[in-house]
């Protein structure tokens, strides 16, 4: 059973800086994508970044140059570094991984971007 487990949301204000972090556990395989979603009220869920156990990288265009995804393969986890972040930046940020064409998501953690 995979298990991801996120942390690092909170409250910040805009410009400012948060960084996520995923945990996964379980039986995983490689190679696997692991990856960010977010999902703001009203609206479907959405890409933010992903990256392949070897390290390759994609960022949806609005993300780019904001945001940075890396990962640790010897601790299973994945980090999203988001700086200079806006109001419409806010949302349940979601850790997704994938391998074998099988997809197991986090419970999401919040993100609010307010003065």
């Known amino acids: 059973q995979v298990q991801l487990v996120e942390s690092g949301g909170g409250l910040v204000q805009p410009g400012g800086s948060l960084r996520l972090s995923c945990a996964a556990s379980g039986t995983i395989f490689s190679p696997n994508v692991m990856g960010w979603y977010r999902q703001a009220p009203g609206k479907w869920r959405e890409l933010v970044a992903t990256i392949t156990s070897g390290g390759s990288t994609n960022y949806a265009e609005s993300m780019k140059g904001r945001f940075t995804i890396s990962r640790d393969n010897a601790k299973a986890t994945v980090y999203l570094q988001m700086n200079s972040l806006k109001p419409e930046d806010t949302a349940v940020y979601y850790c997704?991984?994938?391998?074998?064409?099988?997809?197991?998501w986090g419970r999401g953690t919040q993100v609010t971007v307010s003065s």
């Open positions: 997704n991984l994938n391998f074998y064409s099988r997809n197991y």
